[in-house]
């Protein structure tokens, strides 16, 4: 992968496995990374990747900050029943379930594509005193904030079609590494080892049998609109945007979009050239833009 800047270097799919740890949420196992001391940091990864998302900008903060990053249910090496129905509120009460477990109180939040909607959950109790009362601020990367702004792929339209099952389980690493590597940046499309890294964490555990039903969030971001969009209207918080300008789901529009619902004066940065993964793509300006929206807020 060609990256914009020279730090940011990807752990090892097999050390992120190795170095992790299961913790048993709510009758199911959910996988994560933990680690660090200080404010602690919970970093919420997208579809259809899992938390090894984050491991090209963990050794940069990890020195400053107790970082926790799961896979949340139904991805990566976490447990995928398939009866289960994977809303957004589940799998925000598994991730306040799983602070409590940890003892942290008091945290940030750092978040991408899925992981945006989960945070505007906890950001919606956060602001109605109904839960995630220790929410210190939250970071939102490229995600579908706003409903009539998110532009899924063809591929998510399909896959959440009547035919999605039949379909996700034809799914062959050729077809989701073309579709993936798509909504990246020109410069900074991931190499065959990580697409193979990624697909692997999709085939974890059967997972192909549970993707349509994780792409129900698209029809209930639309279903609680209001909810999710109010959170960002009158957070309780500070709240801040990292996004990638040529990601073609959620790329500049989505900053234009932000800037009508919620306002200019927060903190918004734009990275050029890069795509739907920021973290991935530009990790080293990432980190830089997530501390000095942090050091704003502080």
């Excluded at 090209?56 to 949340?72: G, N």
């Excluded at 990566?76 to 306040?96: N, T, V």
């Excluded at 734009?270 to 997530?290: F, S, T």
Aim: hydrophobic fraction near 40%; glycine fraction near 10%; charged fraction near 25%.
């Amino acid at each position: 992968m060609s990256q914009n800047d020279s730090s940011g270097i990807r752990i090892p799919l097999a050390d992120w496995r190795q170095a992790g740890r299961f913790e048993t949420v709510r009758g199911h196992d959910l996988f994560l990374r933990h680690a660090g001391e200080g404010t602690a940091v919970l970093m919420i990864h997208g579809f259809p990747t899992a938390s090894w998302d984050w491991s090209w900008i963990w050794d940069d903060l990890v020195a400053d900050y107790r970082l926790i990053a799961p896979d949340l249910l139904g991805f990566g090496f976490s447990a995928k029943p398939p009866g289960h129905a994977y809303s957004i509120a589940d799998q925000a009460d598994r991730l306040e379930d799983l602070l409590e477990r940890l003892g942290i109180i008091h945290f940030h939040v750092l978040a991408h594509d899925y992981g945006d909607t989960v945070a505007q959950e906890l950001l919606a109790r956060r602001n109605q005193g109904t839960g995630a009362w220790g929410l210190l601020s939250v970071c939102f990367l490229n995600g579908g904030l706003f409903p009539d702004a998110h532009r899924p792929r063809r591929i998510q339209k399909l896959l959440h079609g009547p035919l999605g099952p039949l379909l996700a389980r034809a799914t062959t690493r050729r077809r989701f590494g073309r579709s993936l590597a798509a909504v990246f940046g020109p410069d900074t499309r991931p190499g065959d080892d990580e697409l193979d890294a990624f697909w692997s964490l999709v085939r974890c555990n059967d997972g192909p049998r549970v993707v349509p039903k994780l792409l129900g969030y698209m029809p209930e971001r639309k279903r609680r609109r209001a909810r999710w969009t109010g959170a960002l209207q009158t957070a309780k918080v500070p709240i801040g945007l990292v996004n990638g300008s040529l990601d073609p789901v959620s790329g500049k529009h989505l900053v234009e979009r932000y800037r009508e619902v919620v306002g200019s004066d927060g903190y918004i940065e734009e990275l050029e050239r890069v795509g739907h993964y920021p973290q991935i793509e530009a990790p080293g300006a990432v980190v830089a833009a997530w501390r000095r929206f942090v050091r704003s807020v502080e």
